[in-house]
């Protein structure tokens, strides 16, 4: 696809045809696919070539209303498909059960992955065209993916990235502030996740919030603080002190509270 743009130039029909044409062989037809692996591997591709394109904003409205259509259905795959397997204890056959656990694990890891890759590809495409993908991203889906960042917090990096971008490019649309209670909650507990990666990502998420949230963010302000303050992580400190100066300048604190984070803070 760079070969292409570079050859015939960005905004060229047959620049925009290769286009169109791997877009169809690759994204449209990810609901059809019955292996994760594979489905994983399609929209690995999908992001980099949305990336490549949408950067030119030569992405149609109808393709990426095409693409949050075919999110909502893998969504619907993939919460059959998450369904946990109830194994019976009693089964005589110790060794296939063992088996058939560790079997569902690797299924399930890779469909998180699959889930994770969909979300930050969501996330690229709102950085890319907010105006086109705010509308789209119902507070419905926005729940959903609060649901899924609460059983999968370890795991929720491409949620994390998502909701990020979400915050900082849509602002305070209507169907994040819905669903501020459910989410910045949860993004608070994904700080005391050992992962780093994960916690740096909270703590951006953490940031473009109260940017857009202020008061709205108020209820939930001392908790970040407070779990902000307890992260000892040298890889996400310089985050970690952008967080919580963010917070204290856009949202406003209980006066009662605020000097138990501000004065150490400043120490």
């Not at 060229?12 to 045809?17: F, R, T, V």
């Not at 149609?60 to 946990?84: P, W």
């Not at 063992?98 to 690797?106: C, T």
């Not at 939930?220 to 963010?246: F, H």
Request: charged share 25%; with cysteine.
């Amino acid at each position: 696809m760079r070969l292409v743009k570079l050859h015939d130039g960005a905004t060229s029909e047959k620049a925009l045809n290769v286009f169109g044409k791997i877009y169809n062989v690759v994204l449209l037809s990810c609901t059809l696919e019955t292996d994760w692996i594979m489905l994983d591997h399609r929209i690995f591709l999908a992001t980099d070539l949305i990336t490549e394109m949408a950067s030119g904003n030569l992405m149609t409205f109808g393709q990426t209303k095409s693409t949050m259509d075919i999110f909502l259905k893998l969504e619907k795959i993939f919460a059959k498909n998450r369904v946990v397997v109830d194994y019976d204890e009693d089964d005589d056959d110790d060794n296939q059960d063992e088996m058939d656990h560790q079997e569902f694990d690797e299924d399930l890891d890779v469909l998180v992955d699959v889930i994770n890759k969909f979300y930050s590809m969501l996330g690229e495409m709102v950085k890319i065209n907010s105006t086109v993908m705010m509308p789209l991203i119902t507070s419905d889906i926005l729940k959903r993916a609060c649901e899924f960042l609460q059983e999968e917090g370890d795991s929720a990096e491409g949620i994390l990235t998502f909701m990020t971008q979400y915050f900082r490019y849509c602002g305070g649309g209507k169907s994040v502030i819905k669903v501020f209670s459910h989410f910045i909650p949860t993004i608070i507990g994904c700080l005391e996740i050992p992962d780093s990666d994960v916690r740096q990502n909270a703590v951006k998420a953490l940031i473009e919030a109260s940017k857009i949230a202020k008061d709205k963010f108020s209820p939930w302000a001392m908790d970040a603080l407070v779990a902000l303050d307890t992260i000892n992580d040298q890889d996400i400190t310089e985050y970690v002190i952008s967080a919580m100066s963010t917070i204290i300048q856009n949202v406003p604190l209980p006066s009662n509270d605020a000097h138990v984070i501000i004065p150490k803070w400043f120490n």
